[in-house]
Nanobody, 114 residues
Framework: QVQLVESGGGLVQAGGSLRLSCAAS????????MGWYRQAPGKQRELVAV???????NYADSVKGRFTISRHNAKNTVYLQMNSLKPEDTAVYYC????????WGQGTQVTVSS
């Protein structure tokens, strides 16, 4: 059974930073394309960052240059370093595979105040 547990969210002022973690079990993150998604109130869930099995990364235009996705293979964990945060980054953040989604975790709330 796949379990994805997100953590690291919180309340931060605009311009601040947070690092999110996604601890995975039942799936090996290093051989799967993994992504960070976010869902703001009243909006659809959107994909913001991807890391492929080969380690290539891609980002949504809205976060490019500010967010960095990475993974620690031995810890089977995916990270999202978020810098220069903006109020529009406020959302619940989730990790999951790309394409054939596994069961969603509870997510981690990120709130950016202006």
């Amino acid at each position: 059974q796949v379990q994805l547990v997100e953590s690291g969210g919180g309340l931060v002022q605009a311009g601040g930073s947070l690092r999110l973690s996604c601890a995975a079990s039942g799936i090996i993150v290093s051989i799967n394309a993994m992504g960070w998604y976010r869902q703001a109130p009243g909006k659809q869930r959107e994909l913001v960052a991807v890391i492929t099995s080969g380690g290539n990364t891609n980002y949504a235009d809205s976060v490019k240059g500010r967010f960095t996705i990475s993974r620690h293979n031995a810890k089977n964990t995916v990270y999202l370093q978020m810098n220069s945060l903006k109020p529009e980054d406020t959302a619940v953040y989730y990790c999951n595979t790309i394409g054939a989604w596994k069961s969603w975790g509870q997510g981690t709330q990120v709130t950016v105040s202006s």
